[in-house]
């Protein structure tokens, strides 16, 4: 997969390098490149802002940048068209069915807005281009894209084959199958008063299962009843029916 950033503050998108995207993109997992929106002014100063019409508080971006930005990442293929995605805190919600989704994908161009946003011409504009997603992370107000990036490159990232050491690791983590996961532990057993769950050091792998299943169950019901209602009929067995 290749990932395109394109943002007035490339350094933001530095912890990319690190970890297990950054081994991804040594090992040739991943190819990410972070492009400077100045990079594409033409003016002496490098503008990238104005004041907005209608008024009101703030700048908004200028078109003309991010469309040669936009035109300079997007690789060309005859087949179909790479996606843009514009975080935003009124697009559509990030999610793991999403980042499943976009893992899915050849390229992904990533526009990292800034002040007050983009210039909506430029959204109508890149319709041609590319396929647009505003998407956003979450219901709260960031100063700019680039935060939303890193969690949406990471989350994307770890999905593409050969990222995260263990495959399986993916399979029982939180959302992978609508539910919260488990908790978990490790040495020592007993530790300041606090001892891990019995079933856990029984051995008994049976058991230990049907106690992790019963886990998720009960920590989605308390913290996050929302995602109770949307559980699909066939994701509850008979033995998640007694866990409830
Ligand atoms: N999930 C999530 C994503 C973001 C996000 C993503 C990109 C940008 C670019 C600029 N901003 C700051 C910012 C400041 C003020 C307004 C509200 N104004 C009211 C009228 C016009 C706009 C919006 C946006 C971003 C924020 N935030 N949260």
Not at 20 to 36: P, S, T, W
Not at 59 to 79: H, Y
Not at 158 to 187: C, I
Request: with cysteine.
């Amino acid at each position: 997969m290749r990932i395109d950033v394109v943002s007035i503050f490339p350094e933001y998108l530095a912890p990319l390098e690190l970890s297990l995207i950054g081994k991804a993109r040594q090992d040739g997992l991943l190819e990410l490149n972070v492009h400077d929106l100045r990079t594409f002014t033409t003016d002496k100063h490098r503008t990238v802002d104005d004041t907005p019409y209608g008024g009101g508080a703030g700048m908004v971006m200028k078109p003309e940048p991010w469309a040669q930005a936009l035109e300079s990442v997007a690789a060309a293929r005859e087949n179909s068209k790479p996606v843009l995605i514009v975080p935003s805190p009124a697009g559509e919600k990030f999610n793991q069915a999403l980042a499943y989704e976009l893992a899915e994908e050849e390229q992904l161009v990533f526009a990292c807005g800034r002040y007050e946003g983009i210039d909506e011409r430029v959204i109508d504009w890149a319709q041609d281009h590319f396929r647009v997603r505003p998407v956003s992370l979450g219901d709260y107000v960031l100063n700019g894209g680039e935060v939303a990036v890193l969690a949406m490159v990471e989350a994307i990232g770890r999905l593409l084959p050969g990222v995260v050491g263990n495959p399986e690791s993916l399979v029982e983590e939180s959302h992978s199958d609508g539910l919260l996961e488990y908790p978990v532990y490790t040495k020592p057993s007993a530790w300041r008063d606090h001892d891990v769950p019995p079933i856990l050091l029984s051995g008994n792998h049976g058991k230990i299962a049907q106690w992790r299943r019963h886990e998720q169950f009960r920590r989605t019901a308390e913290r996050r009843p929302d995602l109770m209602e949307g559980l699909d009929a066939g994701v509850l067995s008979r033995a998640d029916r007694q866990a409830l």
